[in-house]
């Protein structure tokens, strides 16, 4: 089992930016695959971001291409969201997830590990 932590969260206005940290402890060597999702109030967890920890493949949502960066630190066991030109819809939760493939990396059913949150909101 892989635990995750999540930081970095917080209170920002539209335009903005934040980079959310994720650090992985315990069983990193078996995900090899870590992902980012978000949940707003009465929305579906959705897909955001995801990387391999060797940095080769790289995946992103439609709705933050071009705003969001993941990167990965190996030496560090931590995952990077950098977020930047912040919409008031992206205000949600964010999740760091873990796995051991990449196959159906958007599918948050797949990620076993997963981190407790943190909250982001964006103000108009």
Do not use: H
Request: proline share 2%.
């Amino acid at each position: 089992q892989v635990q995750l932590v999540e930081s970095g969260g917080g209170l920002v206005q539209a335009g903005g930016s934040l980079r959310l940290s994720c650090a992985a402890s315990g069983r990193t060597f078996s995900s090899t695959f870590m992902g980012w999702f978000r949940q707003a109030p009465g929305r579906e967890r959705e897909f955001v971001a995801a990387i391999s920890w060797s940095g080769i493949l790289i995946y992103y949502a439609d709705s933050v291409k071009g705003r969001f960066t993941i990167s990965s630190d190996n030496a560090k066991s931590t995952v990077y969201l950098q977020m930047n030109g912040l919409k008031p819809e992206d205000t949600a939760v964010y999740y760091c997830a873990a796995k051991t493939y990449s196959g159906s990396y958007y599918l948050k059913d797949t990620y076993p590990d997963w981190g407790q949150g943190t909250q982001v909101t964006v103000s108009s």
